[in-house]
């Protein structure tokens, strides 16, 4: 039989097959006490990294009880491809229940569409670019839970904490609804308009920007307003927040992409991606990975980590949307279809894994469903709903997001995330820093200083001239300067032959002064000016 599963706290001792287990709930590099002088802050840093390494202990011991594994669609033979398959193959060939949510919502009247979802993937929400907003539950069919028709441009939507709550960018300003479709909050200060919104749930934050550049940050649990920072780079309708470090990328018209901190008004990092306007932007769950579509037809993959592109793909028509899902299945749509490739962000993909076409619909976005091997197209006739299998995480931590969560288990679980909200300041590049000892000061600062010193003499190097006014900057004038600067071989024989000529006119100045070439030199008498020159011969 199986032997009995000993966690940390009993003493029991790993096996070769939990210690391989153990290399993915590792969280890299931990704090070390070493060096730390304070008795009380060596015993707190000792305690931590023993809670956490226990954790990730029992994590991968208890990985034989979870209860599902991913699995994705395989082909039989060498010339069977899986892009191939249509939906109504794929239904027929799985249970029900998964046949079930596969299925296509006509809304042709109000549409484009836009898409979210839920944290915990069961609440669909739908807007309508003419004013239609829907909440629905979408397992099983699409039901209807709420509707409204705000009867005014609908530009972008997203849940907040979860489903009681969503905020709509409207014409004017931004508001804010409850599950039932009664108007909350009137957010006037996000005028003139907002193009993009991002929730960050650790946060509580809600990101906007419009058509102004002005990304904005406003705290949902308090109504404040934490940041306004104007990005000075035009209009801007790209935007996602990274899962990883909630650090916002934009992508803007100039080709761009950003990062940015509610800290800084300035961007934390840059990358020239595109040669036209960005597109849409996707960052996989782990935040390595950033995909990058913009108007020239091209779809990148770059390493957040090195800041350097991976490879790139050509496509037919712009991508209009992307996103990745839990387990890193990239898709993208493409004028009327839309292509799903696995595998497509650490190496280069040969082929897309799946695809889905809406003749006569042109997808307007695409988002993956939380937990579900699901993906929902927001078209400009309705919503699809696509089956990919091996996209959704099988196994879910209830404490993160619950999909069977009751209403006291929700209520319980929005008190906890309020308790533990982050504050704005720990939004950084690299999570992993917060929480470290920094023994070292005084060699960081001496490496600051440097580093400032080699900027300051870097920018004095290429400083360029001043253009002096007055005739003095004339195009004849700086074409000469230019030319005084050239060394060339006839400038060098002119040289050498002045400096012979004064040379000759040097010497014979002395020889005069002598009185002949070989006599000796007189001694200075100050009579001498009145005495009468020598007549010449």
């Not at 226990?54 to 899986?82: D, I, K, M, N, Y």
């Not at 003499?457 to 004339?474: F, V």
Request: with cysteine; net charge positive; glycine share 8%.
């Amino acid at each position: 039989g199986q032997p009995k599963l000993l966690s940390a706290s009993d003493g029991g001792k790993m096996n070769a097959a939990e210690r391989k287990r153990l290399s993915r709930y590792t969280r890299g590099d931990g704090n070390s006490s070493k060096g730390v002088t304070k008795p009380g802050l060596k015993r707190s840093i000792k305690r931590g990294e023993a809670k956490i390494g226990a954790a990730e202990r029992r994590a991968a011991q208890a990985e034989v009880l979870q209860p599902s594994e991913a699995g994705f669609l395989e082909a039989e033979g060498p010339l069977e491809r899986t892009c191939r398959v249509r939906q109504s193959q794929l239904a027929a060939m799985v249970d029900e229940q998964t046949a079930a949510k596969a299925y296509e919502v006509q809304l042709p009247d109000l549409g484009p569409y836009r898409v979210a979802f839920t944290a915990n993937g069961r609440r669909l929400l739908l807007g309508g670019r003419k004013g239609h907003v829907a909440v629905a539950r979408w397992e099983g069919g699409f039901h209807v839970l709420s509707e409204l028709q705000l009867r005014e441009t609908v530009r972008d939507l997203t849940f907040l904490r979860d489903h009681t709550m969503f905020a709509v960018a409207q014409h004017k300003n931004l508001y804010i609804y409850d599950a039932s479709g009664t108007e909350l909050h009137c957010l006037r200060s996000h005028r003139p308009d907002v193009q993009r919104l991002a929730y960050l749930k650790y946060h509580w934050l809600l990101a906007t920007v419009g058509s102004t550049g002005q990304l904005r940050y406003l705290d949902v649990s308090t109504g404040e307003n934490v940041s306004d920072i104007r990005t000075r780079l035009g209009e801007c309708d790209c935007m996602r927040a990274s899962p990883y470090n909630a650090v916002v990328h934009l992508g803007h018209t100039n080709g761009t992409v950003t990062l940015w901190t509610p800290n800084m008004h300035e961007p934390v990092a840059k990358l020239l991606c595109h040669k036209g306007a960005v597109a849409d932007l996707a960052i996989d769950r782990a935040g390595r990975y950033l995909a990058t579509s913009g108007r020239d037809g091209t779809l990148k993959v770059w390493d957040v980590r090195t800041y350097r592109p991976l490879h790139s793909y050509r496509t037919p028509r712009p991508v209009t949307s992307m996103d990745v899902s839990d387990r890193g299945l990239l898709a993208a749509a493409c004028g009327a279809a839309v292509q799903v490739f696995k595998d497509g962000l650490a190496a280069r993909a040969s082929a897309p894994y799946m695809t889905h076409r809406l003749p006569g619909r042109e997808a307007t976005v695409v988002r993956f469903c939380p937990y579900e091997d699901v993906l929902g197209v927001g078209h400009s006739r309705g919503y699809s709903s696509v089956l990919v299998p091996g996209a959704g995480e099988p196994n879910f931590d209830a404490f993160e997001a619950n999909p069977f969560e009751t209403r006291t288990q929700r209520r319980e679980a929005e008190v906890v995330a309020l308790l533990e909200k982050l504050p704005a300041e720990t939004i950084t590049l690299d999570p992993q820093q917060l929480g470290k000892v920094d023994r070292n000061q005084g060699e960081r600062q001496r490496e600051i200083q440097a580093a400032n010193a080699a900027r300051i003499a870097d920018i004095k190097a290429n400083r360029k001239a001043k253009r002096k006014t007055r005739g003095r900057s004339k195009a004849s004038r700086r074409a000469a300067k230019k030319e005084g600067n050239i060394i060339d071989e006839k400038r060098q024989r002119r040289k050498a032959q002045l400096e012979a000529q004064e040379q000759a006119k040097s010497k014979k100045r002395t020889n005069r002064a002598s009185g002949g070439a070989g006599a000796p030199p007189k001694p200075y008498d100050p009579l001498d000016r009145f005495v009468a020159p020598p007549a010449p011969a």
